[in-house]
């Protein structure tokens, strides 16, 4: 699923490890997301959308609605 992950943390000036560590998740969860390689559980994905304060759409791109 293709997000807006590493840009959202860049913007922040945060490495894969601060955001894993807010998120209570491995680094490499986050580089697993962040690459397309992991989806991450709706619970998670929520947690992420509002550590970023955005709604998921605004993080996560629909699989069925993309171009």
Known sequence: MKNRLRVLRAERGWSQQDLAERLQVSRQ???????????PSLPLAFK?????????EEVFENPSTAG
Do not use: H
């Open 48 to 56: 992420i959308a509002d550590l970023f304060e955005l709604v998921i």
């Open 29 to 39: 969860s986050v580089n697993a997301i962040e690459t397309g390689r992991y989806d």
